[in-house]
């Protein structure tokens, strides 16, 4: 025989917030999330709002005092800006191992922030997609 019974309004109510702050819980631990919330931490204001409205921020470089834009992603992110924003060069680097985004951008920006001339030294370069090329990169 089964038993098939009803909760009432409080358990129910109970039994929904316990299963929302597990949903919650297990969704802002994944590696990617961990790493946004590392790089967040390392970000100046100017730069996380940047990072939050566009999912990108700016970065000076140490030694020549270009600017940098490092893009959401783990390879071939980083363009070098000129004055009005456009990318005049791209730059890829990233550390070794298998890291998500936020740890891989938050290597780049320290990188070209304490060390730009090393990171350069080991990069690949490659010309900036022009605005026809740019893909849909779906959310965080």
């Known amino acids: 025989m089964i038993a098939v019974f009803r909760l009432r309004a409080p358990a129910r109510a109970r039994l929904h917030a316990l299963r929302e702050l597990y949903r919650r819980f297990f969704g802002e631990n994944t590696p990617e999330a961990r790493g946004r919330r590392l790089l967040s931490e390392w970000l100046s204001e100017e730069q996380r709002a940047q990072f939050e409205q566009h ?81 849909y990169r779906r959310p965080f």
């Open 55 to 135: 999912r990108h921020f700016d970065v000076i470089g140490c030694d020549s005092g270009k600017r940098y834009r490092i893009h959401y992603g783990t390879a071939a992110n980083v363009h070098e800006v000129d004055d009005a924003g456009n990318a005049t060069m791209g730059w890829c680097f990233v550390p070794s191992g298998f890291l998500v985004p936020g740890d891989v951008m938050l290597a780049q920006k320290i990188a070209l922030e304490t060390d730009e001339k090393g990171a350069l030294a080991l990069a690949n370069r490659f010309p900036p997609a022009t605005h026809s090329e740019h893909f």
